[in-house]
């Protein structure tokens, strides 16, 4: 028996994705408790730059009179995907965007416009390469939020450098503060934040509750119709990377200090079964002067080169894409880190990167910290940044070749959609001609663990023998991902985050 401190009939942990489960619950008619573990709300969601949302034919893209289907969408989706996760977990996301979006834009909270952003995957079967399955959420003027606005986590420039707050809440911001606006409107809704969830109460076989720890004290909150783990990823914890061998550190994810797995210890202690928990969102990261390597995309020149001197991938390809053939590379003993962006002086002596995430500080912070060589020759720059100088010069001579002849003969650089995204449909292969030349340290970053607790198509946690822990769901990076070992296109983990969120909570209200 449990002395309880509070109840509810909804405990959602993580105030990401999640809050879709809460505002959900919350507008069907039931009382919700949001426990989130640190000291602001938003979680991995807010550090994103777009929010995107991947859903296929939702209300957004048809008024804008996209012609699309959600059998051509499930057929790219499948094709990519393959069986590594369920069929119908993956026919749920799919169909389910559309009518989560409707949803929301019944409530004059939520706003959202379409952002095109090609599929991930080009050339398989059904690929979007406009971009148009993809929506972001409208921007949020901050004084709308009124004192919750310094609440909301991010952006990462105010937060490791210490900008001023934007006066508009963009991208994931502008759909954690949306969320957050509705739910305030519910007078049965509660907000805490420094309020990590460390275990789970069960009753008979079932979760009735959980235990939080607010402000360092152990609180028992029952939750009458269930508990939604939606509190991320493990990306903070090192020992459980190791645990589960998920390449990179903690010092290098863009997921908050708060993701380090406590939701996924709760859930595999009460015995939830999990999956893909070697998995994350990987990405190329650009390594800043406090030694953390931070995701970065949107390159308009140069090209990666490894210890040896010689390219070893498309840089143009898909963060995730990026990632993986750095991990295989590392995991084959053939490269280590850092390895180089090598880039001429045609935009001066900052790398050619468009979008670091983290802001670039000075030039000359990177130089000093050893981080950015320059030299008026390539042998030079090879010789400083320990690389064999006839193989560098033989390789930018080889790569100059394919950009005057528009194809990527190795690596098929400019071949997708994707890799023109940032060149106005352009071949990105712009060739290193102008000295001096210059190099660049990037590293593996992550957007976060994937792996997560099993679930069913109602976001239903499932144990070791595929039945329902009854009263227990999971959505978001806590949850295994939908899309297995892939990254199928922009906006897939915080749309997958905010339907799965949307779905537990409508089967609560169904129980």
């Known amino acids: 028996m449990t002395d309880w401190n509070d109840e509810v009939d909804v405990l959602v942990a993580g105030s990401g994705g999640g809050l879709a489960g809460a505002y959900t619950a919350a507008r069907e008619g039931l009382s919700v408790a949001v426990v989130e573990a640190t000291e602001q709300f938003g979680g991995t969601t807010a550090y994103s730059g777009g929010g995107g949302m991947w859903f296929p034919c939702n209300p957004v893209l048809r008024r804008a009179g996209v012609d699309d289907s959600f059998e051509d969408a499930l057929t790219y989706f499948r094709a990519v995907v393959g069986d590594r996760s369920p069929a119908d977990l993956q026919e749920t996301y799919v169909r389910g965007g559309a009518r989560v979006i409707e949803y929301l834009e019944s409530d004059d909270d939520f706003a959202f416009q379409m952002f095109p952003w090609p599929d991930y995957f080009g050339a398989a079967p059904k690929a979007r390469t406009d971009g148009k399955r993809h929506i972001v959420p409208a921007p949020l003027p901050a004084a709308a939020l009124g004192e919750l606005a310094t ?109 380090q797995g406590r939701a996924h210890e709760a859930g595999m202690a009460v015995g939830a079964a999990t999956d893909l928990m070697d998995q994350a969102w990987w990405s190329p990261g650009m390594i800043h002067p406090d030694g953390r390597a931070a995701f970065a995309l949107w390159f308009t020149g140069g090209i990666f080169v490894d210890r040896d001197g010689q390219r070893f991938v498309n840089e143009s390809a898909p963060y995730d894409r990026l990632g993986r053939a750095i991990i295989e590379r590392l995991d084959a003993g053939s490269m280590s880190l850092p390895y180089w962006m090598i880039y001429d002086d045609s935009a001066g002596p900052v790398p050619p990167v468009q979008a670091s995430n983290v802001p670039m500080v000075d030039h000359e912070d990177y130089v000093r910290a050893g981080l950015r060589y320059s030299a008026a020759t390539l042998p030079e720059l090879a010789e400083r940044i320990g690389v064999p100088a006839g193989a560098l010069v033989e390789t930018v001579n080889r790569f100059n070749d394919f950009a005057d002849r528009g194809v990527d003969e190795d690596f098929g650089r400019g071949d997708e959609a994707y890799d023109r995204a940032f060149s106005e449909g352009a071949s990105p292969l712009v060739p290193i001609r102008k000295g001096p030349f210059h190099a660049a340290a990037f590293g593996l970053s992550d957007l976060g663990t994937k792996g997560g607790l099993r679930t069913d198509t109602a976001a239903r946690v499932l144990d070791e023998s595929g039945a329902p822990i009854p009263g227990l769901y999971a959505a978001g990076n806590t949850m295994a991902a939908v899309s297995g070992t892939v990254y199928p296109g922009g906006g897939n983990p915080i749309g997958a985050s905010v339907l799965f969120s949307h779905l537990a909570a409508l089967d609560m209200v169904g129980r």
């Open 151 to 259: 609440s909301v986590r991010g952006p990462l420039g105010t937060e490791r450098l210490g900008e001023p707050q934007p006066e508009y809440l963009i991208g994931g911001r502008a759909l954690v503060g949306r969320f957050l606006l509705a739910l305030t409107k519910y007078p049965d809704v509660s907000l805490h934040l420094n309020s990590p969830l460390v275990e789970l109460v069960t009753e008979a076989g079932r979760v009735v509750g959980a235990i939080v720890e607010r402000d360092g004290e152990r609180t028992a909150i029952r939750a009458r119709k269930g508990v939604l783990l939606a509190a991320g990823g493990f990306e903070g914890n090192d020992a459980l990377r190791q645990r589960f061998g998920v390449p990179g550190t903690a010092r290098d994810t863009m997921g908050p200090w708060g993701n």
